[in-house]
């Protein structure tokens, strides 16, 4: 895994900084190319070719191309056997080169024989052509600058800010859609001019023209013949598992596995320990709470497989972590799991390079409770809204919250705020995090004439995209290509290699991926039963206390620490902050921090994004050299 960078000029020095912005990514080389009206850097986290030969950027036999590459390609063997065949020449053993020679045979279309995750930049000199592109899925990230002619990319923003001409201003949509989704949806950032390529999508830059950032795939939801039978699907779900594990088990260094004791992270390690016959290390998070903590599942799957089982305890967070943390996500992003992510990432490293993690089985396969919420609400609308809105919800308004993850209480407030949500915003309503009238509440009056309030705007545009038939499926898209990239992946991104960690992702193989975008909707979500045909696929392969439990996630249990252990982190950060003064109304704030800490309402969702926001303000403006700073930060 691996920090690219490059621009549309020739400046050593500042490639030179730019790249060590991101040693993190990769300690173990570097290289640098200046010339020709570019310059291209590279870190590396040296996975497979551990030698000299591995060093990027690469370069094709006649020195007219060259690649700098983050990723991993799981069919380069195979792609490098055709390509040899063509009479390319291989200088190395990586699974870069055979991104290289593949471009230099098939040009652009070589994207269509790149099985893997990916993030990549080649410079084209006879073409006078700068090619990017990102992986299908998103899983890893790349971003671009863009204004007046002058073109900067790398693997992560803070890399890009470190060139001067730069300017560092607050792009407002973007903090109103992440106040409400808990991201910053591609391909916008928290930042005007910079952008993400988004998933699936590939960005052509030449001098005198803005870049073109075109798609080159999106999931199908079109039926597989191969998939008549529920039988002969569960089959197929097992074949394309087990492939799938076995192709990212590639690897010159040691690997592991986060196990969390959940459905999908525990299928992965019935399938490792199918092709390793010697120590398989496990690692998973716990806390004290045991409404939070899912110790005991994962210690039934550790001793089932026989693995040597990591486990890490987190009782408190260090203002020191959560800090750290927030800085490598380069914007806000309040995924309440990155902290214990972060920490897991660096626990793991202590003993390998590689960790496979269960990201993805839930989008694919109707994992999340959301799903069902999305069902029953075609119930629960059935009563009229006047009953709704002035005796449910006024009464389960006035009910205290629970300490616990997952409350009777709990759930039935967070259900009802998402049911009188508007019905386009479809089961995401359940992910979003500005109730009605909250927005126009907690934001200032001058904050609202910079943005649109309309929050379910960019679902509409990605449904309308979906070539699904029925409800569920079309839900599955907009996880998949809507939440789960500029969220769950970003996350993981982030803090693995804030660690010089590699995390492999096998449940978004994109055979894997595409067969289960062609199963019926209802084989996934059968009555309100999550993930129904992957949980029959695993009959028999996990014990059965695994395969029929619901979802839990080792979310970290925020609510409760902002109420104790961060409660005085959280009040200086918002009564100190200029971006909560200057955005927000802080009698709003006051008000949702107030009834928080009473435990008449749990606000910290919406607290723990305002405390997101003034910390990354804290170092991206007030913590910058004034230089750098673009009129109003803020």
Request: hydrophobic share 40%.
């Amino acid at each position: 895994m691996c920090g690219i960078c490059g621009f549309n000029r020739e400046d050593a020095r500042l490639l030179e900084i730019m790249t060590n912005e991101m040693t993190h990514r990769g300690p173990d080389q570097y290289g640098f190319h200046c010339g020709e009206g570019v310059s291209l850097g590279h870190r590396r986290l040296s996975i497979i070719d551990l030698s000299e030969h591995g060093r990027q950027p690469m370069v094709n036999e006649d020195g007219t191309i060259r690649l700098i590459f983050n990723g991993e390609i799981y069919n380069f063997q195979e792609l490098r056997l055709e390509l040899e065949a063509r009479g390319h020449r291989f200088s190395s053993q990586s699974d870069s080169e055979a991104v290289l020679h593949a471009y230099e045979e098939y040009g652009v279309e070589s994207l269509q024989k790149l099985r893997g995750m990916f993030a990549f930049a080649i410079w084209d000199s006879r073409k006078r052509l700068l090619f990017l592109a990102r992986d299908r899925i998103g899983i890893k990230p790349l971003y671009y600058f863009f204004k007046d002619g002058r073109f900067v990319f790398a693997s992560e923003i803070k890399a890009i800010l470190k060139d001067p001409s730069v300017p560092r201003e607050l792009h407002h949509q973007a903090l109103y859609d992440y106040l409400g989704f808990e991201l910053v949806p591609a391909p916008e950032t928290m930042f005007k001019h910079i952008y993400k390529i988004p998933a699936g999508h590939m960005l052509l830059f030449k001098e005198g023209a803005p870049p073109q950032v075109k798609p080159y795939w999106d999931l199908s939801f079109k039926p597989n013949p191969q998939a008549f039978t529920y039988e002969s699907a569960v089959e197929r779900i097992r074949e394309l598992l087990d492939e799938a594990v076995k192709s990212h088990l590639v690897s010159d260094v040691p690997l592991g596995v986060f196990l969390s004791g959940g459905l999908d992270s525990s299928a992965l390690v019935a399938m490792m320990r199918r092709h390793i016959t010697g120590k398989l290390r496990t690692f998973t998070i716990g806390y004290p709470d045991k409404t939070f903590s899912e110790l005991e599942y994962a210690k039934i799957v550790s001793d089932h497989f026989q693995t040597e089982h990591h486990v890490l305890m987190i009782d408190s967070v260090s203002q020191a972590d959560i800090e750290k943390a927030l800085w490598h996500l380069d914007e806000p992003m309040t995924d309440l799991s990155t902290v214990p992510l972060y920490l897991i990432c660096r626990k793991a490293r202590e003993h390998v390079t590689v960790c496979l993690s269960g990201e993805g089985g839930d989008e694919s396969f109707a994992g999340y409770d959301r799903f069902k919420a999305s069902k029953a609400s075609r119930l629960y609308r059935l009563i009229p809204g006047a009953i709704r809105r002035n005796i449910i919800s006024r009464l389960l308004d006035r009910l205290p919250d629970q300490a616990q993850k997952k409350g009777l209480v709990n759930v039935a407030k967070r259900y009802v705020q998402g049911a009188d949500l508007p019905e386009d915003g479809r089961h995401l309503r359940w992910q979003y995090f500005l109730p009605t009238g909250m927005a126009s509440a907690l934001f200032s009056a001058d904050f609202q004439q910079h943005a649109v309030f309309d929050p379910f705007r960019r679902i509409r545009k990605y449904d309308a995209r979906c070539d699904a038939l029925d409800r569920v499926n079309r839900e599955i898209y907009l996880d998949m290509r809507f939440m789960m990239t500029e969220s769950v992946l970003m996350k993981v991104d982030r803090m693995s290699m804030a660690n010089s960690l590699e995390i492999r992702v096998p449940l978004l193989d994109q055979a894997y991926v595409e067969f289960a975008a062609s199963l019926p909707g209802d084989w996934k979500l059968r009555g309100y039963e999550t993930k129904a045909i992957f949980r029959s696929a695993l009959e028999g392969i996990l014990p059965d206390s695994i395969v029929h439990r619901g979802k839990q996630g080792y979310s970290l249990p925020v609510k409760n620490l902002l109420r104790g252990q961060l409660k005085d982190y959280m009040i200086g950060l918002l009564n100190e902050s200029p971006i909560i003064r200057e955005c927000f109304n802080t009698g709003t704030v006051d008000r949702l921090v107030r009834e928080h800490l009473a435990m008449t309402h749990n606000h910290n969702h919406i607290l723990w994004a305002l405390v997101n926001v003034a910390n990354w303000h804290q170092n991206v403006f007030v913590g910058a050299p004034r230089a750098n700073r673009a009129g109003n930060g803020a």
